[in-house]
Structures are given as structure tokens and as C-alpha cells.
């Protein structure tokens, strides 16, 4: 199975602020069939990217992804006081689908 | 509006089962695949399978192949999922998501809360 790894854990940073996330694959990633989501206390994950660096539906464009192969970034240009969240990677294009452990954003 | 819907928190002592239902509405429910994901307390996202919500075909993560069933019924827009010889470390939130071709899971449930405890 793909083991995704999220660097670093926790990242505080202030509103305004650039955030960089990782996430490195243990293989390459088929397809860059890679997605990121947003998860908050109490509530369920939601889709930000997807195909490694395309914004779903709704998503504003201070959220970017890029990346393929085994390494991804996703970068929130600006941070709103909404961002502050738990960042997940997935990775679909294997099975088993797999997740990453998590980036909290936390504010500073 | 696409949403969807589970059924609410169970509490289970170790070797029962579980069933959890996810009931589609807003959209056409047979011509999408619904997948099921769990998270256990301070844990990673957790894939547990799929349905084919059209055809009725599944693949169950191999973690829990001997355990997990993942069934249907059209006439409610309803997907279930059941896990059976449950223990405490299944004690999670689990999740429907549904899965679209171009974007993945773009929809999710709001989660069921499992608890297993003797």
C-alpha cells in the first residue's frame, strides 16, 4: 500500500500568512490521482483538490495544489481565520486507498 | 442539493455488529460509487470500501475483507455498511463519501459515531 507522510505536523502561522504543506508518497502516485481536504472539529472532511492540483467546486483560489510523482504541496496564499484546520492528502489511484496523517494549521 | 445522510451513534459491546446507512438525496443515486471511511479517535483517515450504488459490485479494503459488508437498497437511495466482530479499537466515526469520476469524494456524510465497549 502507498504510505503518505505530511510534513511538518503543525504549522502555526498568523492570518495573512503563506502555508506550504507536504505530502510525500511512498510510490509514485498514478495518475497525480492525488486530493487534498479540509477537516475541522466535529465536522467531515472537505474536498479542496483534486488530480493534484485542480480546485473543486466553490473552493477560492488561495488554495493551489501542485506536485506528482511522489512529492505534493498544497499552499493557501493567504490564510483567512477559516483556514485554520486540519489538512489531510489522499492518495486514489491504488488500492487501497490511503490518507495522509495530517497538517494542523494552527493560528499563531 | 446533493446530501447525505447517516444513521445516528451506536454503542456496541466487543464481538457484536454495527450497521450504519448513508441515504443519498439531490441527486441520481445509482449512477454513482459510495465509499465508506473511518476515523478513529486522534487517527488518520481510514479507507474501509465502495459500492457500486448502480450495479451493486463492492471492494473492501483488505484490512477488512472478513468483517465488513457494503450493500444498497435503490428504492431508498440508501448505502449501509456493517461490521461484524467488532472490538475497540473499531471505535470510530465512520463516513459515507460519495465518489465522483472527476473529482473524488466530493460529497461526504456527517458522520456516525461507533463505540465499542464492553
Redesign the interface.
Known sequence: EIVLTQSPGTLSLSPGERATLSCRASQSVSSSYLAWYQQKPGQAPRLLIYAASSRATGIPDRFSGSGSGTDFTLTISRLEPEDFAVYYCQQYGDSPLTFGGGTKVEMK | QVQLVQSGAEVKKPGASVKVSCKASGYSFTTYIM?WVRQAPGQ????VGWINAGSGNT?Y???FQDRVTITRDTSASTAYMELSSLRSEDTAVY?C?RYHS?????Y????TLVTVSS
Open positions: 465509499h488518520r483517515l481510514e479507507w471492494k479494503s483488505q484490512k463516513y463519501a472527476n473529482s473524488n469524494f466530493d461526504w456524510g456527517q458522520g
